[in-house]
């Protein structure tokens, strides 16, 4: 409207007084050589660095980040970049997933306490994504999401070699003794080729594609590498959008919908995209007081085929895809089952935002005519062993174990795992099912990456390389094989898994969505009631509080006095 006098920026409630209060505020500023017009009103755009030493995937956010503040300037914004708190998967003990909901806090305070009216939020390695998402969401600024984008493609011996894939085929060849400790130590050499996070449609590259399909981030966030300059032009674009997102009062809120979850859902069924997608999806969701659930996960996912032929569900890596199209290629193949008009930060519709693309390489992306594979969604499966639901990724499963029946053998966490693993004398065999507990949100604590447990020696020898594992732990996004994760309520929390012993009979049905513990009620109870309740560790600090607070997989594994959100008011001035 013409006639109506221009909001009250935030940012204003720090620069905009000529008191006191403003002179603190622009004064310690100056020294760092900004001009006073620079706090003349204009944007003032956050740049939440997760860049770190320590996280590899993360290493080249700072570069980046000069070009977003290019594009802000251009724009007429005023960008200031600020660190917050950074997760290294293959760095971080005992696991990252622990520290996600911490960072998602310092992400939120971050923001809400320091003067900006929009936030670009530069991320990549896996738990930086939705963690930067979930502080962003609590606080409902314009957000726009920049991801680092994938490394190039590895190369080894003449064969592509994908992060994180790779490694498990190869520690399974050292270990079957099919590979050398030399070939093993020049294959590691080779793994990452550049900057950038793993290449592979691992939790990184699912949650930055996700953000295409969300509506946070600008086509092309998903694929394109690291390490094009195109990465560049998108940090440039994002910064400018930044700033008009202010006066279009563009917030997450109006753009992280209900319509948007399930646009996610259905793109990471298309992609063969990571289970750990789930939990994210529904902490942010949580975050925003969207009704989305893990029932949605099936429901929207489970129509949709899966087109993408990408490590661990296929051949290809992140730079192929890209060249093949990348995530607006794919968002248009299914653009029949997408609710189009879903806002994105570009300020048009999704299906504006895909109208000019089209697959360069269908033996990458596969016409949805001809999908490369015909279940793509993430099956959420539920039964007497998992009451409140359990995840398997039929993509990356293997089809003649999709319906199985056989004997458990249980371990009672990752250290039992690791000890008996590879024990000759093991009671296992190609039926067998294997359970791990105790590796869940509290268990662990942290719901650590274990639940594609390593396939017992004895059965590697036989060229076995997939039997059914059950478990409340998740797993790498870049793993593959008829995995049962998220398993809830987890065997910590008092959930069945703790019941099962050795030789029960286990049935996997995932066209039924079924899991079921095959063992009398009666027993059941008479076991139960002989249970140990869980007892942690821990007697002070994050994890005391995390294990305490910590919301079971169905709720995305937030804390629950985190669920919702308090909003961008400027806290009250401190002097
Ligand atoms: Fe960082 Fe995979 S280890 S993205």
């Known amino acids: 409207m013409a006639d109506e006098p221009p909001r009250k920026r935030r940012s204003a409630a720090w620069f905009g007084t000529a008191d006191k209060y403003g002179f603190i505020a622009r004064s310690w500023m100056k020294n760092q050589g900004h001009a006073a017009r620079m706090f003349d009103g204009r944007p003032v755009v956050g740049i939440c660095n997760s860049w770190s030493e320590f996280v590899p995937c993360n290493g080249h956010l700072r570069m980046l980040a000069e070009h977003v503040k290019r594009g802000v300037y251009e724009a007429g914004g005023f960008p200031l970049e600020f660190p917050v708190s950074s997760l290294s ?10 520290y996600r909901n911490l960072a998602s806090m310092d992400v939120e305070a971050a923001i809400r306490g320091q003067p900006m009216d929009a936030v670009v939020l530069l991320v990549g390695c896996d738990k930086t994504t939705p963690a930067a998402l979930m502080g962003a969401a609590s606080t409902d600024l314009p ?17 592509r070699l994908g992060s994180g894939t790779s490694l498990i085929k190869f520690d399974a060849d050292l270990r079957a003794g099919r590979m050398t400790q030399d070939e093993f130590m020049a294959a590691e050499a080779a793994n990452s080729p550049s900057a950038g996070s793993c290449m592979t449609m691992g939790t990184a590259s699912t949650m930055a594609s996700l953000c295409e399909a969300l509506g946070v981030a600008l086509p092309g966030n998903g694929a394109t590498p690291a390490v094009d300059a195109r990465r560049q032009v998108l940090a440039f674009e994002s910064g400018r959008r930044a700033v008009a997102m202010v006066d279009e009062d563009l917030r997450i809120s109006k753009i992280l919908t209900k319509s948007a979850f399930a646009n996610a859902v259905r793109l990471c069924a298309a992609l063969g995209g990571s289970t750990n997608a789930v939990v994210h ?12 659930d893990l029932a949605d996960w099936d429901r929207y996912g489970r ?20 060249h093949a199209g990348g995530v607006p290629a794919v968002l248009k193949e299914i653009a029949g089952h997408l609710e189009l008009d879903a806002t994105t930060v570009a300020g048009t519709s999704l299906g504006t935002a895909i109208a000019d693309t089209e697959i360069f390489d269908p033996a990458v992306i596969h016409p949805f005519s001809e999908p490369f594979k015909p279940n793509g969604g993430i099956a959420v499966l539920r039964g007497n062993l998992a009451p409140d639901g359990a995840v398997l990724k039929p993509s990356a499963a293997s089809a003649h174990l999709l319906r199985h029946r056989g004997r458990a053998c249980v371990f009672d966490g990752p250290d039992d795992l690791k000890k008996r693993i590879d024990d000759p004398a093991l009671d296992v065999d190609a039926a067998s099912v294997l359970v791990l507990r105790n590796c869940g949100p509290k268990g662990y604590p942290g719901m650590a990456e274990v639940g594609n447990m390593p396939i017992p020696a004895k059965l590697l020898r036989q060229s076995i390389d997939d039997i059914v594992r059950i478990s409340d732990a998740r797993m790498s996004g870049t793993a593959f094989g008829t995995v049962v994760l998220h398993v809830a309520p987890e065997a910590a929390a008092g959930g069945p898994l703790a019941l099962v012993r050795d030789g029960d009979m286990i049935e996997l049905d995932v066209e039924a969505r079924r899991l079921h513990l095959d063992v009398a009620e009666a027993e059941l109870a008479r076991r139960r009631a002989a249970l140990a ?8 600090g994050w994890e005391k509080l995390y294990i305490e ?13 985190l669920v919702g959100g308090s909003g961008a008011v400027p806290p009250r001035v401190s002097h």
């Open 143 to 159: 957000t726009i999401v920049v991801s680092g984008g994938p490394m190039l493609s590895g190369r080894w011996r003449g064969t």
């Open 303 to 322: 129509d949709i085929p899966c087109l993408a032929n990408l490590m661990p569900s296929g051949t290809y890596l992140m730079e192929d895809f890209f």
């Open 281 to 292: 999806l529904l902490a942010i969701a949580g975050r925003l007081g969207v009704p989305f």
């Open 89 to 98: 998967e293959p760095l971080m003990r005992p696991t990252t997933m622990l």
């Open 533 to 540: 309740p869980f007892v942690h560790a821990y007697a002070r």
């Open 549 to 561: 607070h910590v919301l079971q997989a169905d709720r995305g594994a937030d804390l629950d006095f």
